[in-house]
């Protein structure tokens, strides 16, 4: 019994060691036990201040701070944690996450070790040495919260995790099972803002022989804002309620300064203590491949350093987020491009992501930028098919869209006839037209709610005609809304089965709405009609009337409108038309050109055609008489050897008269030179091995002179 009781004494010393160290306030000693419960073994979460209840997280891991947080994850992932946290204590984590269509299931354990103690006799003689640890294992299940009718929006998650834990005094061994409940839950009111709470540690007590022990309850409520286009920006703030150890506080952040780095931060505060305790962390992200680590500072003791290893294994379970996802990498990764100034290379990012979104706003503000920057540098490729072929289908698979069309239209640069290039890219056309239907979704949620919600009012009160037509909107808004579709056919069953007095009173509703003039409204019930009765010829062409009265009154609308728009308009053109005359007899010819081509635009858009001629007429004129201004000062531009700035006079003479044929000579000529002057100078850098230099300079040759080969040869070598 003295044995038992020395054991149990070095246990809670060793306890309350791992109270000092770890980055939770675990249970004093001879409160609870099962501390390993307490740690948490995410260093995402550690580092933002032990806080990140209510974010949405792909790791295996962050199961243990809420069971919910795992609806996060989108495809599986595995990790192994370490954590050191004092002299010979460790912390181990190993586990997997696998999403389901039924939910989330994860799968982990964990191994605390607390050291080895040391048995003496009575003398005080060493007789042997014997070690402390638990050992626990999760069964972790996570669901979204969500509705499908009529149209799917996801409102969070709940989750439970179910746990056994063993524990082991020297030769002594006890168990234990416990579980934890949580949720996630949109704050659909704002943008991004989460909320999360989870009860933990909830179950049976650890019993070293006649002493229990009690498990380490607590109860967590967080708040966290997540913004993904922001630099994949995350703010926490959480309270932690401990049935057996201090409450506290906790607020951390975390963003990605480039696209594969993201650091952290956070403060955790006690409730009965000022100090605050600061730690910090960061993130290395290979895409499939994921290192993270976090370091809590310690007073008078070293830190506690905590590393998870994680890996991304197949294919994401919806299209959307594996579009999303790359998009984002893919963006990041232009934006890096970017700010190195790798223009030419950022610039074909931007336009292979432009080509899948072409709605992705900050792509076309990077993109224009880019624009301003390299004129008329072309894009040089010079890949094997065979390669461009095996990284495209590849990413086909994985669902990377923007790579595979990149890589696909590689090939087709090189072979305009592949067939297999031209069979690829149409698959993923068809992946992203899936995609583009369920953001159009989103984009039109709002609209889709309101006429469902329309559609079933005139359903439930009998009229059929305008559920129908509600429908109907809706169905053009998502072709393939399925409750929508459902809805219509139900309608149109009933419609085919409606009695003979049914029709009648639908003919008598479409005969006075179209006697009054309102044909699109009488279309309605004559197509319910022929629903009821395909071969009521009479219906039909009462449908073909009333579709000729509609063509009829838009047309006398746009004449009607055609005809005040061009009283209004041939003002403007007169106007603009006279500044232009007054300009030219100033010999002001830019102002003269810029009011003709202007009153050119509105007299070919609203057809006068007169007005057209005469400003053609100048147009043309003035182009040849400014094409010879810029020549002549090029010419005394290159005089002076003013190379360059003659070369920007010599490209205004052509832009106004491209068969200048004298500015045309001096054009090539001279860029010719200064191109070789720049690809001599950046071979000289290549000779002394300032690649970076000669870089730039072999560049800035080809901008003058794109089909300058030796650069282009200089270039490629140094890739």
């Known amino acids: 019994m003295k044995i038992f009781k020395k054991a149990a004494y070095v246990f809670l010393l060793n306890s309350f060691l791992i109270n000092c160290m770890s980055s939770y306030c675990l249970a004093g000693a001879g409160a609870s036990s099962g501390q390993i419960l307490a740690y948490n073994p995410n260093p995402v979460t550690i580092a933002m201040g032990d806080g990140g209840c209510a974010l949405l997280l792909d790791k295996p891991s962050a199961a243990i701070l809420n069971p919910a947080s795992t609806i996060g994850a989108y495809r599986i992932v595995a990790s192994v944690n370490n954590a050191s946290l004092f002299s010979d204590i460790q912390y181990n984590h190993i586990g997997a996450q696998f999403p389901t269509e039924i939910g989330n299931i994860g799968l982990s354990a964990m191994y605390a070790g607390y050291g080895n103690i040391d048995y003496t006799d009575s003398l005080g003689n060493p007789i042997k040495e014997e070690s402390s640890n638990d050992l626990g294992f999760i069964l972790n299940y996570a669901i979204d919260l969500k509705k499908t009718i009529p149209i799917e929006a996801l409102y969070g998650g709940i989750g439970i995790n179910l746990k056994v834990i063993r524990g082991a005094l020297c030769s002594y061994e006890t168990e234990a099972i416990a579980v934890d409940a949580g949720t996630i839950l949109s704050l659909s009111s704002i943008d991004n803002f989460y909320l999360g709470v989870a009860l933990k540690n909830f179950g049976t007590k650890l019993k070293f022989l006649s002493e229990s022990f009690n498990l380490p309850q607590c109860l967590a409520v967080g708040l966290a804002y997540q913004e993904d286009d922001f630099y994949n920006f995350k703010v926490a703030l959480d309270y932690n309620n401990q049935l057996f150890s201090d409450d506290f506080f906790s607020i951390g952040a975390s963003f990605e300064p480039i696209y594969f780095l993201d650091l952290r931060a956070g ?63 893919h963006f990041r990764e232009a934006v890096n491009l970017y700010n190195k100034k790798d223009y030419i290379q950022a610039k074909k990012e931007f336009d292979d992501i432009l080509s899948v979104y072409p709605e992705h706003v900050k792509s076309q503000m990077y993109l224009k930028k880019i624009n301003n920057k390299l004129a008329e540098v072309e894009l040089y490729n010079a890949e094997i098919i065979n390669g461009y072929m095996r990284k495209a289908n590849n990413a086909l698979k994985k669902g990377d869209i923007v790579k595979a069309k990149e890589n696909f239209n590689k090939v087709l640069d090189m072979d305009s006839v592949n067939l297999l290039a031209k069979k690829g890219l149409e698959q993923a056309d068809d992946y992203s037209n899936q995609v583009s239907i369920e953001m159009q979704r989103d984009k039109n949620r709002a609209r889709i709610e309101y006429l469902w919600d329309r559609s079933q009012k005139f359903y439930k009160e009998g009229d059929l005609v305008h559920a129908r037509k509600y429908l109907g909107l809706i169905l053009d808004l998502d072709s393939k809304n399925k409750p929508a579709q459902d809805l219509t056919t139900t309608i149109d069953n009933h419609l085919a089965k409606a009695a003979s007095d049914k029709i009648q009173e639908l003919y008598k509703q479409g005969i006075e709405l179209f006697e009054k003039g309102k044909y699109q409204e009488s279309i309605m019930y004559f197509q319910a009609i022929v629903i009821a009765s395909p071969n009521r010829r009479d219906v039909k062409d009462l449908i073909e009337k009333a579709q000729k009265g509609i063509e009829e009154l838009n047309k006398y609308d746009k004449n009607k409108k055609s005809i005040i728009l061009q009283n209004k308009m041939i003002k403007e053109l007169e106007n603009n038309f006279n500044k232009a005359l007054k300009y030219y007899d100033k010999r002001d010819f830019v102002d003269a050109m810029n009011y003709f081509k202007i009153s050119k635009e509105i007299a070919d858009k609203y057809s006068f055609v007169d007005y057209s001629k005469k400003a053609q007429e100048h147009i043309v004129k003035i182009g040849y008489d400014l094409s010879d201004i810029y020549y002549k000062k090029g010419l005394g531009l290159s005089k002076k050897n003013n190379f360059e700035q003659a070369l920007k006079e010599y490209k205004k003479a052509l832009e106004y008269n491209s068969e200048n044929s004298l500015a045309l000579f001096e054009y090539k000529r001279i860029g010719e030179e200064i191109a070789q002057q720049y690809y001599q100078e950046g071979m000289r850098f290549y000779s002394i091995g300032n690649f970076n230099k000669a870089s730039e300079l072999l560049r800035k040759s080809l901008t003058y002179n794109p089909d300058k080969m030796e650069a282009k040869r200089a270039l490629e070598k140094m890739r």
Do not use: W
Not at 297 to 314: E, F, M, R
């Open 267 to 329: 403060l955790k505060l006690t409730e009965d203590s000022f100090d605050l305790d600061a730690r910090f962390g960061f993130g290395v992200d290979f895409q499939n491949l994921n290192i993270d680590y976090s370091y809590v500072p310690q007073n008078n003791l070293v830190g506690t350093h905590s590393i998870t290893l994680s890996c991304a294994l197949g294919r994401f379970t919806s299209e959307k987020v594996a579009y999303d996802y790359y998009m984002q990498n």
